[in-house]
């Protein structure tokens, strides 16, 4: 990998250029998004007062990102992903103007709102691998693990603040005014990110080959190792099945009876614990045992959930959600550390996209599945039955990808050998197998 500064002193991380820009970008446009996800399902399920509603606010986000996210992958690895990002921003910032326009013109129609989050989608098809790819070209691959640390504890400050401030901004202004505090985080985000310097970008390949090759190529990379496709899909399989984040507005609505505050707070408890371990994993980090302390994670992480879900005590629920926070980060930190380690920087666009729709099937997926379920068999068993799924789930995996559970290190995933290539022989195949050999 280019590395202009390889015969600089090392230095801290927070003191490589463009970093600092790079996370106060994240922290203003991730902190709009939370806020923006708070009002705006409040404001739908204040419309319907109907849990399938919710489930709607979930696949209008989703279907699009399903359909744009491979296609952005490959973009991701040919194009500059600087300006990606900047062009993604820049539509989510007009999203969070319409969504505004909207609620001061005094529109009641939820599909109104459903058409603006599919324009939303849109964008994050795009922001979400290309701030995943862009962090490596931004610090030295030494550096790269405390970077990862840095940028989760950035994220995770923000899914703390934005839900109340979004739940006490709808409380205090309406959905309006809220929105234009999300316009504006979104502007400063684009300011931030314009200051961001590229230094150990790789050179681009020049593989003359088609777009499904590279697709094809990139699907091949997972495929072929075990750790990583376990990884990816043991989180996307625990989060779709079992994740109460949709359920939230009717549970403070209806069953805990704390209103709009109480609900952004609920959905900060999630963040406040993940941010509490992950100030503990930047003060002890751990490179032991890696594979099956992620399976003991989404363990907890299911338990923690279904104890919410038969909660009717506020202070407990909170709690619960605390405990899953915590353990959704020890999961986000090692799958993040796994896949960025384990991949070379002409693919990672391609494979983040992947992992991107992974996390996108388990987050907005997992919201349609939630609403659906809570509107055919009520809201408490539909919580119930997903987290006794998530746990399902995880002594499946710990069966299934025995690769997985025995890792111990992080560094023995990247040179573990592939799987078997099941015979391919095509130049997607060849791709694969070159790149893989290259350094990162």
């Not at 691998?129 to 990862?148: D, G, N, T, Y």
């Not at 750790?227 to 989180?235: P, Q, R």
């Not at 997926?365 to 399902?392: D, K």
């Amino acid at each position: 990998m280019s590395d202009p500064l390889a015969s600089a002193p090392r230095q801290s991380i927070y003191r490589q250029p463009g970093l600092l820009p790079f996370l106060i970008g994240r922290l203003a446009a991730v902190g709009a998004i939370q806020i923006q996800a708070v009002v705006v399902a409040w404001q739908v399920y204040e419309m319907t007062r109907d849990p399938l509603s919710l489930a709607y606010v979930g696949l209008a986000q989703f279907v699009p990102m399903l359909l744009l996210l491979i296609p952005a992958g490959d973009l991701i690895d040919r194009y500059d992903r600087k300006l990606i990002l900047a062009l993604s921003w820049a539509v989510e910032a007009l999203c969070s103007g319409l969504l505004a326009w909207l609620a001061l013109s005094g529109s009641q129609s939820a599909h109104a709102i459903y058409a603006v989050l599919a324009l939303f989608g849109c964008a994050r098809a795009f922001s979400g691998p290309a701030l995943q790819s862009l962090l490596p070209q931004i610090v030295p691959r030494e550096q790269l693990a405390a970077a990862i640390a840095a940028n989760s504890m950035i994220m995770r400050g923000a899914t703390i603040v934005g839900p109340l401030v979004g739940g006490g901004l709808y409380a205090w202004g309406g959905a309006g005014a809220t929105y234009g505090v999300c316009l504006a985080c979104l502007l400063v985000g684009l300011a931030m990110l314009s200051q961001v310097a590229v230094l150990y970008a790789d050179k681009s390949t020049s593989l003359e080959t088609t777009s499904w090759k590279r697709f094809v190529a990139g699907i091949a990379f997972i495929r072929f190792r075990p750790v990583i496709l376990g990884t990816i899909s043991l989180d996307l399989f625990a989060v779709l099945l079992g994740g109460v984040v949709a359920l939230l507005p009717v549970y403070a609505s209806d069953v805990l009876q704390v209103g709009p505050e109480g609900l952004g707070a609920l959905r900060s408890a999630i963040a406040i614990g993940e941010v509490g371990v992950g100030l503990y994993l930047s003060v002890r980090p751990f490179d032991r045992r890696v594979g099956l302390t992620m399976f003991i994670a989404v363990g907890v992480f299911g338990v923690a959930n279904l104890v919410f879900s038969l909660s009717s005590l506020y202070w407990l629920s909170f709690a619960a959600l605390m405990v899953a926070g915590g353990a959704d980060m020890v999961s986000v930190y090692i799958r993040s550390t796994l896949v960025q380690f384990s991949t070379p920087d002409a693919m990672r666009g391609r494979v983040n996209a992947v992992n991107m729709l992974f996390i996108s099937s388990s987050n907005e997926l997992g919201e349609f599945r939630a609403g659906s379920f809570a509107a055919w068999f009520g809201v408490v068993a539909a919580a119930v039955g997903g987290s006794l799924c998530t746990l399902a789930v995880v002594g499946a995996w710990m069966w299934g990808f025995k690769q997985l559970r025995t890792l111990d290190r992080f560094a023995e995933a990247s040179s573990l050998p592939a799987g078997d290539a099941g015979g391919h022989g095509d130049d997607s195949a060849e791709e694969h197998r070159a790149l893989s050999s290259r350094p990162s």
